[in-house]
Structures are given as C-alpha cells and as structure tokens.
C-alpha cells in the first residue's frame, strides 16, 4: 500500500518502540519520514534505516519544537502528518502518595505539554495547506484505572486525550483531522526483559487482555498509518483504541 506517497511526515520519538515501528511503515507507504528523537544516535539510526531525515528536537522545550516544524515547512514545503509520540514513564512515577512534583511536573512536561507544542507549531502550516493529520499518542490507561498506579502519566494521558478532541472539533472544516491513539500494553524489550524477572507482575497485566498478549510495536504502526492517511478522512476528534480488547472487557477468557 502507497497510501502515504510522498506525503511529509514527522514523528516524534522516532528513535524507538512505536515511533521507530511507525517510522518504517510509514516509509514503507511512500511517506517522506522526518524522524525527530533527543536522543541523536537512535533518532539518526532510525533516519538512516528509513531513507529519512533526522532532526534533534526535544519535545518538552517550545523552541525546539517550533524549529523542528517550521526547519520541516521550510526544507520539505509541507507539514502533511504529525505523529506526536515522545513519551516517558519513568520509574519515579509512582503511587499519588509516594510521587514528588518533581516527576510529576517533569512527566507532564515530556508527555502533555509537549503535544500542546507540537500541535501548536504544525497545525499553522496545514491550515496553509488546508489539509493535514495529526496523531497525539495517548494510551489506555487514560481510559481505565489501574491500581498499579502511575499518577503523573495516566494524568498526563488524559491530558493529551482531551485536548486532541478539542482541537479535532476547533479545526474540522479546515481540513485538518487530529485524533488520540490509545495504544494497550506494548511488547518493548524493557517490558518484556521487566516481566521475565517477574512473571507475577506479567501475569497480573496480561489476565485482562482478552487476547492473552501484548502488542507488537508494528500492530500500533499501522493503526497511525491508517489515521495518517485518506482512509480516516471522516475520522476527528476520536480516541482510537488498539489495545487487544482491554477496554471492552469484564472477565476475559481462560
Ligand atoms: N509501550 C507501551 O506499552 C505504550 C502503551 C501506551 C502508550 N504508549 C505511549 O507511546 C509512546 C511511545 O512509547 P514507546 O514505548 O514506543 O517508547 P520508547 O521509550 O520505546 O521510545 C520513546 C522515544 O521518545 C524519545 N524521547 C523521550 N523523551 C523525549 C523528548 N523530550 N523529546 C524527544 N524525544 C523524546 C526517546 O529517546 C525514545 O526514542 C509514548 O507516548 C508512550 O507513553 C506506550
């Protein structure tokens, strides 16, 4: 499929898991990949393997990310797809009652104000074009709660959830879709290598996904290349869930 030929996408966090995934099936339907990650070696990596373009950009900072847009507009003549997915969940986010402000302040920054960034800086150069998409990686846990809790990113989650289906609804008639993808549980090395030292821990997770398993990276890659493209022309303002069925789901089966 070439549904993405010669379209100008920019991922953030391109450098790994998902992003990384997205980067490669993206390139793979024709698109003209900008590979945007702090980190220059998997970013440039991850450029390199798809024929793309990598740009340095540290998402919770407003002016690289007004750089990483405009320097895109500027090179390419276009911003068609914005794919907002660097994120963190790092470890000292916790339980509310042991968490400090410093990680949640920090968690909100990377994972929420960043997609208020980026938003902010691409959907100016396709209201030009009256056309564009944007993706803003959200997850299930903005949906369900857990009681192995992550207080600052399930909250930051939310965040990027509601302010997806704001900004679909404020630019519809401008040709401009933006939707939230809500990815499950993701198969990433660290997880796995994670649960293999702890298969409890695994098998606490897994009884509530009614297929049984994790996702892999390319599965989450191509449901954002199927809202990148013309195949979710009458798709806005959504939460689009790809989570093995979690959310549907009361007792799962044995
Ligand atoms: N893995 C999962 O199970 C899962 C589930 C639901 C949602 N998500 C979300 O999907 C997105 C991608 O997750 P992943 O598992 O592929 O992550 P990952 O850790 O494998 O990759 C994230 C990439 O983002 C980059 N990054 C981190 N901070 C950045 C910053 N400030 N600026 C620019 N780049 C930065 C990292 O260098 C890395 O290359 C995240 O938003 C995550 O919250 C993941």
Known sequence: ?????????VITGAGSGIGLATARRFAAEGARVVCADVSPEAGKAAADEVGGEFVACDVSDEESVRALFDGV????GRVDIAFNNAGISP?????IL?????????????????VFFCCKYAIPHMQRQGKGSIINTASFVALLGAATSQIAYTASKGGVLAMTRELGVQFAREGIRINALCPG??????????FAKDPERAARRLVHVPMGRFAEPEEIAAAVAFLASDDASFMTAAQFVVDGGITGAYVTPL
């Open 1 to 9: 499929m070439q549904r993405l030929q010669d379209r100008v996408a």
């Open 185 to 194: 549980p993701v198969a990433t090395p660290l997880l796995m290598e994670l």
């Open 98 to 114: 042991v968490t400090g402000i410093e990680a949640w302040e920090r968690v909100l920054r990377v994972n929420t104000t960043s």
């Open 73 to 76: 507009a500027e090179r390419h």
């Open 91 to 95: 470890p000292d986010d916790d339980s």
